[in-house]
């Protein structure tokens, strides 16, 4: 498991599984975020088994299956939701990371410029340049 915190209250990590839960609650997560459908995963990595083992481990799990395709204004602003009404830090999972870090950074407008957006998930490893046009677009709207 590798985590990559884009923000203090936000990070990402690649697929997670049921024996990274232990980690992920120790290193002080309070929410988990699946945004990987489960038709990508086998019956272990499924939303199910990982949502029973980050409950069981005292932390809260929300499921927000996006592809390219759902990767909506509606879907990004429910991740915002979900992200925003956390009592600590966040952990979201996908296949690699990169569907979490788009999903926030297309959240950001409102608070961030295109530059600053995208510098924060450089830093997490996430090169997201081909969304500039669309940050761009989305940040001049909001402000």
Not at 15 to 42: H, L, M, T, Y
Not at 64 to 87: G, K, S
Not at 114 to 131: F, M, N, R, V, W
């Amino acid at each position: 498991m590798e985590i990559r915190p884009i923000t203090p209250r936000y990070a990402v990590s690649p697929q997670i599984s049921v024996e990274d839960v232990p980690a992920i609650a120790a290193a002080g997560f309070v929410k988990v975020i699946c945004n990987r459908p489960n038709v990508e995963v086998p019956p272990s990595q499924q939303s199910d088994a990982i949502g029973d083992a980050v409950r069981a481990a005292g932390m809260e799990y929300e499921v927000l299956e996006l592809t390219h395709q759902t990767m909506t204004p509606e879907n990004v602003a429910r991740q915002v939701e979900l992200a925003d009404c956390a009592d600590g830090p966040v952990l979201a999972y996908c296949a690699s990371g990169t569907r979490c870090s788009v999903v926030w950074a297309l959240g950001q407008c409102e608070e961030l410029s295109p530059d600053e957006i995208l510098g924060k998930t450089s830093a997490a490893g996430y090169q997201l340049d081909g969304l500039r046009p669309t940050l761009e677009q989305l940040c001049n709207k909001s402000r």
